[in-house]
């Protein structure tokens, strides 16, 4: 009985990279050394039921508040939790995947290539981020959890990082640049013709990305909302400075842009319709899809600002609501245990700690 109760505090009380390194180590090894299939399935499945367990018993924990700690000075224990949850879906999806190459390889291919199975792999950097931006409470790291809520803005970071990196290699070694605008240009011609040629599949995407934001809502403690509130108003900013900036890169680079788009027009393409799309190529196009690309955020943005706003005001007016039943609570001289569950809502809902203390000094030296 001990055993089976320190096995359950060792799978809910881990960390949750912890724990996904361990199993994910068992599990890589397995895999190598060839065991028996069945095996593999099974320890797979065990290792997809311990983070679906723990997901379950923590979203339980939450509702119920038993991680929300009166005494803490930043309420620490729930907000780990909260965090906790979202590096496990990261871990579940990394589980999930493993599961099905062991299964069969290729529908674990066709799933891959599958635009379901690409946007559920890109989710798995949002949930790691985003875990432990609630975790640490960073505004920096909920800031970059929104922006790569999306594909695109996970390509973009990963793109511009590699532009930086090449840049500053060919600048160390005095090498020329030119292959760069080269590459730009075909990079921006590239995107223009996929998310134009694919319209729903994008606003799909853009749906997707508002379903992550608003899991990141509803995990985010009552007195981190501000935060991550002031973290959508600096993606607002970065978008309008993007837009901007789209507007004047495409009329400074257009003649490169225009040339690379003539010359792989007069190659030998294949593609019909790609040849027909860079046959009336035109600067409205790139545009356009800037516009596309920012939709996603500025719908996203739009609908979390009105959603954490109400969220703000429903936490202050249930506070206020609590506030006021201490206080009648506390005039009827009523148990100690009544009046600390409800300070313990007030505190939930974002009540102020210090406003809570200097009441309970003030309500002790009137009695005494």
């Known amino acids: 009985m001990n055993i089976k109760k320190d096995y359950k505090n060792l799978i809910l009380n881990s960390s949750s990279i912890k724990l996904f390194y361990q199993l994910f180590l068992i599990l890589s090894v397995l895999m190598l050394l060839e065991i028996n299939n069945f095996i593999l399935m099974s320890v797979s499945l065990i290792c997809l039921g311990v983070f679906v367990y723990r997901i379950t018993i923590k979203v339980i924990g939450l509702k119920n508040k038993h991680y929300f700690d009166i005494e803490s000075e930043d309420f620490n224990s729930d907000t780990i939790k ?12 990394i589980f999930f995947f493993m599961a099905l190459a062991i299964y069969d390889e290729n529908i674990l291919n066709k799933f891959s290539n ?13 949930f790691l981020f985003a875990g432990i931006s609630i975790t ?15 594909v695109q803005g996970l390509l973009f970071v990963a793109f511009s990082i590699t532009t930086i990196f090449i840049t500053f290699i060919n600048f160390i070694s005095g090498e020329s640049l030119e292959f760069l605008e080269e590459l730009n240009s075909e990079f921006v011609v590239n995107v223009c013709y996929i998310i134009q ?38 993606i607002n900013i970065i978008m309008v400075l993007l837009s901007v900036s789209i507007f004047f890169a495409v009329n400074l680079n257009w003649a490169s842009i225009k040339e690379f788009v003539s010359k792989a027009h ?14 009336s190529f035109t600067k409205k196009n790139i ?36 506030l ?5 609570l506390k005039s009827e001289k009523a148990s100690k245990d009544k009046i600390s569950k409800l300070k313990l809502k007030y505190l939930y809902y974002g009540g102020d700690k210090f406003l809570l203390n200097y009441m309970d000094i003030g309500l002790h030296k009137k009695e005494s």
């Open 287 to 322: 545009l356009n899809t800037g516009y596309l690309l920012i939709l996603p955020y500025s719908l996203g943005i739009l609908i979390s600002n009105f959603t954490i706003e109400n969220l703000k005001n429903v936490y202050t007016k249930k506070s206020k609501a609590i």
């Open 266 to 279: 007069q190659s030998g393409l294949t593609d019909k319709a790609f040849k027909t799309y860079l046959g």
């Open 324 to 328: 006021l039943k201490i206080l009648k």
């Open 82 to 93: 909260r965090g906790e949850i979202l590096r496990d879906l990261f871990s579940l999806i």
């Open 136 to 150: 640490k409470n960073s505004k920096v790291l909920k800031v970059f959890s929104i922006l790569v809520s999306t």
């Open 197 to 234: 040629s694919n319209l729903k599949v994008f606003i799909f995407i853009a749906l997707i990305s508002l379903s992550l934001l608003l899991i990141l809502i509803i995990l985010t403690p009552p007195s981190q909302l501000s935060d991550l509130g002031m973290s959508f108003k600096v």
């Open 114 to 126: 599958s635009f379901i199975g690409t946007v559920l792999f890109f989710t798995i950097f949002y």
